[in-house]
């Protein structure tokens, strides 16, 4: 099987966004390729380098979300990054070879920079995060990595890195990795604004059923229809982008025309989104529940997987140090 790489910040716990945005494709994906998933906390501590102590903390919370919702340790291999040195040492063999021009130009960094601004982030290990990535992939000779459509220059400067160190080195040792395009439906926070924890505007994947009705009850809705009596319009209205993920078709018609006839109200619309929203948590929030009665100690829970990415990696870091005749 075709390997597939992916990792994840640990920043928390985690919203129906990151389920939509990547992890309902990579528990499909898990039947199709040989998945290596990874906890990318040294990734974290790129642009949240001041709070280390954060990020282990989070790393539990964040396992036991991705088994929640069926990502199996059983069928796919996951570790934490930083329990993986030879990460480290690609990473900076792979430095020596990137311009820096390259990083520069990356569009993410510009943009992230730009968005961040309560953070200095004029540090060396944000600029070249490219780079980390890219040993990330290629040391396990992933073909794939999902990403979305914004995430494709990323991968360009992995592609771009492998064929300099082919060309420099008269190697043919990685794999180039490819981008494996995911459909990302839109999802916003419950304020209309892009979905986050930081925000109070997410809906968390453990959230307590109660905490879910209110968030939905207050819920931005079509700003045109004031009164009952005014018709909406569902194409503009956020509550309409969860039915599209949470309904059925033929309840997704019921609310487009009681939308747009005025026959129902936005409390009315909404009560079928909870509903749906609350039997979609519900055998995801009783896995977890049983994951953390089994789970007390991560590293050992990780300690099989986390020892196999360990082991492909040094082997391909053996073979990097030999074409380097170091
Ligand atoms: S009825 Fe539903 S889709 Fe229409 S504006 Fe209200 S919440 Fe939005």
Redesign the pocket.
Known sequence: MDRVLSGMRPTGKLHIGHYFGALKNWVELQDKYDCFYFIADWHALTTNYENPEDIIALRKEMILDWLSVGIDIKKSTLFVQSKNIYHAELFLLLSMITPVSWLERCPTYKEIRNEIKDKDLSNLGFLSYPVLQTADIIIYNAKYVPVGVDQLPHLEISREIVRRFHYLYNGDLFVEPEGLLTNVPKLLGTDGRKMSKSYGNAIMLSEEPKSVEKKIKTMM??TN?KLRSDP?N?EV?P??DYHKVFSDEEERSF?TD??KNAT???ID??KVLIKNILSFLEPIQAKRAEYEKIIDDLDEFLSKTQQKANDVAAGTVKKVRKVLRI
């Open positions: 809705t079509d229809r909406g569902p209205c509550v309409f609310v009681g939308c129902i109200g936005c619309c909404k």
